[in-house]
């Protein structure tokens, strides 16, 4: 069933992708497929099972949640997405911590993204509402600890699949702040959702490697 649940992701995407072009309707009955997608992916291959999958599951439930969320267009709906999503980093340090972390590495990670996290900062700033300004720098922070915990717990030994989905998970939040403060377009939706969506497969499929 995991194959599955992937190939539902996969397919709700390209039908999202182009509801996203302008169909809304189109865009909101596809994207909460797409995202139960990978919460199926988890569940069929035994999140419920391990500390680390159980962690791993409701981190991707707060993030097919955050994905609702963010079809409407307030900044209400905004805030609450971004709460989840920020609940749902949280979840995923803590599964990450479940297969143990390598300090050393992780000192030197939380160097470099200490760096990155500052420049995302400096380039956001200058367009953000006063009200999300707050909100948007603890969550660069929180997903900033989920990167740096999961390259800790690939130097441990985990599957690199848990780094490639943070890392995919990562990237993708950029093209969400772009396309919300910066520059508005479907450009944006075109790279950072199949990065999101392909990194919480990766999370998700990473479930597999501690249940087996």
């Not at 950029?174 to 199949?194: C, E, I, Q, T, Y």
Request: proline share 3%; net charge neutral; hydrophobic share 60%.
């Amino acid at each position: 069933m995991t194959w599955v649940f992937t190939a539902m992701t996969v397919l709700a995407l390209m039908v999202l992708l182009s509801g996203e072009r302008g169909n809304v309707t189109l865009r909101n009955l596809a994207k909460p497929v797409a995202s139960a997608g990978f919460v199926g992916v988890a569940l069929s291959a035994g999140a419920l099972d391990t500390n680390f999958g159980t962690w791993i599951f409701l981190g991707l439930v707060l993030g097919a949640s955050g994905d609702v969320l963010l079809l409407g267009a307030s900044q209400t709906a905004f805030l609450v997405g971004l709460v989840a999503f920020l609940l749902g980093n949280v979840a995923y340090i803590a599964a990450f911590f479940t297969l143990g972390v390598d300090s050393g590495v992780s000192f030197i990670a939380a160097s470099v993204a200490l760096v990155v996290a500052a420049l995302v900062i400096v380039w956001l700033r200058p367009h953000l509402p006063t009200a999300m300004v707050g909100p948007v720098i603890g969550y660069i922070a929180v997903i900033s600890t989920m990167l740096v915990v999961a390259v800790g717990a690939t130097a441990s030994g985990a599957t690199p699949m848990l780094l490639a989905g943070a890392v995919a998970f990562y990237l993708s939040d950029l093209s969400v702040a772009r396309d919300r403060f910066v520059a508005p377009g479907f450009v944006n939706r075109v790279w950072g959702l199949p990065l999101y969506y392909a990194g919480q497969l990766l999370i998700a499929w990473s479930v597999i490697s501690v249940s087996n």
